[in-house]
């Protein structure tokens, strides 16, 4: 590859925040957030809630040990989310499975495989602190997000006929799961 030409890449980072230092940040992820929203590629809002919703709800995720937040950057800019749960220690009959609350990039940064490299870097955390199932839940209108997940192993084995209420419909909900168990014998 050209030495010139590789400088004009994007920069792609994915990482965990543990923090938010800055109002920045914040507005970075609510802005990437709310455009995937009103674009039909989220995971948990049909519409974008007020601002200061997100805000709180993203101060929130912070303050609760069971949940993971990461974030893709483009070129430095928050471009991606991903929000998993993972169930409290002190219960330790679930400690088999995360689920999967937020995963969403921003329509203007998606098919430049940023959705795939925040989804290998989940996987490999979850993985790392010990979990072989990784859960998720998506209404049936989310149809390029379920693409994306059963063309990346993920597989659907249930759908919930009532699941929520979008715009005065019902809408179904679409349970899927990726499992990393051995399950083949020796």
Same mark, same amino acid.
């Given at each position: ?61 912070? /303050? ?8 893709? $950057?483009? =070129? @430095?800019? #928050? &471009? ?74 993920? /597989? ?8 929520? $209420?979008? =715009? @005065?419909? #019902? &809408? ?15």
């Amino acid at each position: 590859m050209d030495h010139h030409n590789s400088t004009l890449l994007p920069k792609i980072q994915i990482e965990q925040i543990i923090s938010l230092d800055n109002e920045e940040e914040l507005h970075s992820l609510c802005e990437t957030l709310e455009a995937s929203i009103i674009e039909g590629y989220h995971c948990k809002w049909t519409k974008p809630p007020p601002r200061h919703l997100i805000e709180n709800h993203f101060k929130g995720v912070l /303050l609760v040990p069971e949940k993971t937040l990461l974030v893709a $950057r483009l =070129d @430095g800019n #928050i &471009v991606g989310i991903c929000e998993v749960n993972t169930p409290p220690k002190q219960i330790n009959s679930c400690d088999i499975s995360v689920k999967i609350d937020i995963f969403t990039v921003a329509p203007y940064a998606l098919n430049m495989g940023i959705e795939q490299r925040l989804l290998a870097k989940m996987e490999q955390i979850v993985s790392q602190l010990g979990f072989p199932i990784i859960n998720v839940i998506i209404d049936e209108t989310q149809k390029k997000l379920l693409q994306f997940y059963l063309q990346n192993e993920y /597989l659907h084995w249930a759908t919930h006929p009532y699941y929520q $209420r979008i =715009d @005065g419909q #019902i &809408v179904k909900g679409l349970f899927l799961y990726k499992s990393f168990l051995n399950t083949s014998s020796s």
